[in-house]
């Protein structure tokens, strides 16, 4: 499971609970950090057993996070729907995403036209949604970022600056263009390092291009699956965040980056964008030129990567899990009501 999603479930059940009683499917990551109990109903922990929930008195109604989680309870319980995104099945490499998506589309829009409330985690979103499939959301509600990712930036090391990538290396996050922007870089400074945590059906294309460029002793790969609580210190030792996709619905882990206090360079389109909001640091999408030159103003000019961090501390503290909460309980009590 994504660190982000573990982020996502974590972030919105723990503070959900504190309103509302909760059954979760969802097999939630221990951590030091998070030891609060998030599977149970009416103050007893328990795990019903599949679709046992359907019909129990209990429970009201049914929040799921995709249309294939929705059916078919939605014919048997109140139910909603976060998008959290808009399937693009054409661009999946891999045939059995490829089927999944074209399936989960089918199924959202199935679902929409029975009248299940559809909820977009984005403006972005929200409008990708209405023009690529006439989906219109009944609401949008961001995501928060939980407070263990505020953290003390004090000791970090200043012989080297790290950039950091976190994402699935897949075409639809555009490794690449970093890639290629810090080739670039990488001929007119030495002291840069590019820390790399993803995996995916490009990683051979990614280290083939790193082998060709030379890139080897300055990119770091990290493929393994970390704990969730060990992402927070790959924040802490970074000194700028990248991310690169310009279809990105929302890019929680931009969030994350901005509350631990890195500057942000994202492209100035898509959800990443709406989130990083005046405090992101902004380049033209799909175009490595402008991405280097970015890199490069926020590497030499400490003072204006010093502002952007305080700017995206700021920003950041914008978005919390209880503000996402308070908006879902308004929406449960509507359709319930």
Request: aromatic share 14%; charged share 25%; net charge positive.
């Amino acid at each position: 499971m994504p660190h982000t999603v573990n982020h996502y479930n974590i972030g919105l059940l723990s503070t959900l609970s504190n309103h509302v009683s909760i059954y979760t499917s969802y097999n939630l990551e221990k951590t030091s950090i998070f030891k609060r109990t998030l599977l149970h109903m009416k103050g007893k922990k328990f795990i019903l057993k599949s679709f046992d929930y359907l019909f129990s008195p209990f429970v009201d109604i049914v929040h799921a996070n995709s249309a294939f989680q929705a059916d078919p309870v939605w014919k048997v319980k109140r139910t909603i729907i976060t998008s959290h995104g808009f399937p693009l099945p054409q661009i999946e490499i891999d045939p059995k995403y490829k089927k999944y998506y074209y399936k989960e589309l089918h199924k959202l829009k199935e679902l929409y036209n029975e009248g299940v409330p559809i909820i977009s985690i984005s403006k972005f979103t929200e409008e990708m949604l209405e023009r690529l499939y006439n989906i219109n959301s009944f609401s949008i509600v961001y995501h928060g970022v939980l407070p263990s990712f505020f953290i003390n930036r004090k000791n970090v090391h200043s012989n080297k600056v790290i950039l950091l990538y976190i994402s699935r290396l897949h075409p639809f996050k555009e490794p690449f263009i970093l890639l290629k922007a810090f080739d670039k870089i990488s001929r007119e400074l030495n002291n840069v390092e590019l820390v790399i945590k993803g995996n995916g059906p490009l990683l051979k294309d990614v280290l083939k291009f790193c082998v060709k460029k030379k890139l080897l002793d300055k990119v770091r790969l990290i493929t393994r699956k970390l704990p969730f609580y060990e992402f927070i210190n790959l924040f802490r030792y970074a000194h700028i965040f990248i991310h690169t996709a310009r279809l990105e619905p929302f890019g929680l882990v931009v969030l994350e980056a901005m509350a631990t206090g890195l500057p942000v360079i994202v492209p100035k389109m898509g959800g990443t964008y709406e989130v990083a909001g005046s405090a992101g640091i902004h380049f033209c999408p799909g175009d490595f030129n402008d991405l280097s030159e970015k890199i490069l103003k926020t590497i030499y000019d400490k003072k204006f990567r010093y502002s952007k961090s305080i700017e995206s501390i700021r920003r950041a503290k914008i978005f919390t899990w209880e503000k996402s909460a308070q908006k879902y309980l308004k929406i449960y009590i509507s359709l319930v009501s």
